[in-house]
């Protein structure tokens, strides 16, 4: 198959407690959790696979955490000793490629299709690259190589940690077709619910529905689930696109009136926002709040402030008045949100689809 692009995704391996597995001997082999502080209703930004063990997840309360896994170490976040590995790391793509797209301080996507090296395989690119990052920062990472994003992304994760998968494009379909539909890029726990109740628990069931059926269910995303799942994603690496905004979401389990377990869960949003904002160096001076209510209804309010924030007290602070002007406490809720943009606008450069990035929060 001419002109397919040859496409490799690169995953850390649980990024941030490695590096403080690294730089702490004694941590080693102990269920490490990096993120908030669970007296403070702080979120679990990573964990280590010790820890992971134990049910522990990114975006999970830090008090859930402790509960699940009393011996845990907890740490803040160190996000300069982050920021220096990356960069490390990134210097190593660049010895390849310039097409390089990062995701976040720990992966990235890689188009190795024309090499610096001239090396015609991506398979060993990404070996190499591997290789030299475990040499060079004593961390390991996992790698998935395909001809588009979608496989390469989907294939880093199937053999974590330390793990490589490649999926040629005569192995797509089958690779796809065995894939369970909590596997696929874009599916959370509350989409991944949906195509269960649809009869959809593989890409194989995924595939028997037409376009127009998924457009009917799941509106413009049914048109990516429907190209993914044959194996379809024509997105360049694109390393020169400016973030515009950044956030997460939560659509509840049921819907709530009471005022304060609304701001209990913003201000856990709120601190997952900082961790994230931190992750990419990123500070915003505007603070939008997003709700829908339980017939539908969705609002926001907004409101920009004088100096640029990456501090989840500051966001609540501006969040607990904007909500003041909305009907929550009379009207049930069905979905919550933060978001932070206007960035200055040299600030991190990465994907297209970023420029309005909102993550749905527990749907990991």
């Not at 090499?115 to 070996?127: P, R």
């Not at 989409?191 to 127009?212: F, H, N, P, Q, Y």
Request: hydrophobic share 40%; net charge positive.
């Amino acid at each position: 198959m001419q002109g397919l692009r040859k496409i490799i995704h690169i995953d850390m391996d649980a990024f941030y407690a490695s590096v403080e597995q690294r730089d702490n001997p004694q941590l080693r082999g102990r269920p490490v959790i990096v993120g908030g502080d669970p007296d403070r209703r702080g979120v679990v930004a990573a964990c280590s696979y010790e820890a992971r063990k134990s049910g522990i997840h990114s975006a999970m309360s830090s008090v859930r955490a402790r509960i699940l896994c009393p011996e845990a170490v907890f740490l803040y976040p160190r996000f300069e000793a982050y920021r220096a590995v990356s960069a490390q790391i990134m210097e190593i793509f660049l010895e390849y490629t310039d097409l390089v797209e990062p995701l976040s301080l720990d992966e990235a996507f890689l188009d190795v299709t024309e090499n610096k090296k001239g090396i015609g395989s991506a398979t060993q690119i990404a070996l190499e690259i591997k290789d030299a990052i475990f040499k060079r920062t004593s961390l390991t990472a996992s790698a998935g190589v395909s001809y588009n994003k979608f496989l390469a992304k989907v294939a880093s994760a199937y053999r974590k940690p330390d793990g490589i998968t490649v999926v040629p494009p005569q192995k797509a379909q089958l690779f796809i077709e065995g894939l369970p539909i909590g596997k696929f890029f874009g599916v959370g726990k509350v989409t991944e619910k949906k195509m269960r109740e649809l009869g959809i628990s593989s890409g194989a069931d995924l595939k028997k529905l037409s376009k127009d059926d998924l457009v009917k269910v799941f509106g413009k995303y049914g048109e990516y689930f429907h190209s993914i799942a044959h194996g379809v994603d024509n997105r360049p690496v694109s390393p020169e696109r400016v973030r515009k905004s950044l956030g997460q979401e939560i659509t509840l389990e049921e819907d709530i009136d009471d005022l304060g377990q609304m701001l209990e869960i913003l201000d856990r949003l709120a601190h997952a926002v900082e961790q994230m904002l931190k992750r990419r160096d990123l500070e915003g001076r505007t603070i939008t709040l997003k709700m829908k209510y339980h017939d539908l209804q969705s609002i926001t309010r907004s409101v920009t402030i004088r100096e640029r924030t990456n501090q989840s007290e500051v966001i609540m602070k501006h969040v607990r008045s904007l909500i003041s002007g909305t009907d929550a406490g009379n009207r049930k809720v069905r979905l919550l949100g933060i978001t932070l943009s206007n960035f200055q606008p040299d600030e991190v450069r990465v994907k297209k689809q970023d420029r309005q990035l909102i993550l749905p929060i527990f749907e990991e």
